[in-house]
């Protein structure tokens, strides 16, 4: 799938696709699929124009566009599968219930270029919300990445909400650096529309000890900080209070902008959560 992007990396001396150890690849092969076939529920790649509608309309329900029409239009996902981007879904009794995205992308790296995936949207519909199961379909695109010779998913996601810091920290693993004011600027879907849309981004190190132990369900919330550590407090439920308090909504989004952008030009990262669902940042090097 990844033929051509591979050659031009080669004429352009881009460092990618590397070469993955086999028992790697086999071990989040398992991870994803010794869980979700548990819970009944298939998780499977979308290539064809059929299927792939099915991931739009996902996306579709999860992120109701305001005024009409469609998050990613079926023939534009065809065309980032086609060009060696992933998209899947997860289905329970052939029913879909879960989908995700994501484009192949560059970023620098102290040895030159490297390819990543862009995660750029992973979405659960209502009723099978909190279940895991964005973590399950997170776990298949690892292993997809993984058997594509790429080690490094990147994403994006709101700070201020809660579940989503604990699905990348806890349950995949993840370091999170990087802090864009209004990344994506003013956003049309009903989840989004009137807030500012900023962002950070998540660093998924596919074949680290974290994203290793996490696989595992060894990681959890952060109970003693060490000596290089800092908390950063988060609301416990923004969404809840967007709907109830606009005002002090707004308020934790400046605060909590604050609150990063200056940990993070201090050379920080955030490494997990505390019980309380807090930030946990630690210097970049000691974060591992």
Known sequence: MLEHIASELIASKLTALDLIAPELIAEAAISWEKTSSHNGIEIRSLEVASEICDAAEIFHLVWPPIGGGTQVPPNLLRAITHSGGYCSAAYINREPIAAALAIVGVHQSESGPRIHLHS???G??????NRRIGTMIKAHQRWWAMSHGIDTIIWTFDPLVARNAKLNLV???VSIRGYEPNFYGAMKDAINVGEESDRV?????LTGERARAAAQGELGPIMQLSESQVVVE???DIVALR????KAA?????RMRENLTREFAAGREIVGVTKNGDYVLDDLLAGG
């Not at 659960?124 to 919300?129: D, G, H, L, N, T």
């Not at 709907?243 to 606009?246: G, I, K, M, V």
């Open 120 to 122: 750029h949207m992973t």
């Open 250 to 254: 707004r308020e934790w989004r400046y």
């Open 124 to 129: 659960v519909i209502e009723p099978y919300r």
């Open 201 to 205: 981004f998540a660093w998924w190190d």
């Open 234 to 236: 988060t609301p416990p």
């Open 171 to 173: 349950n995949l693993g």
């Open 243 to 246: 709907a109830r308090d606009p």
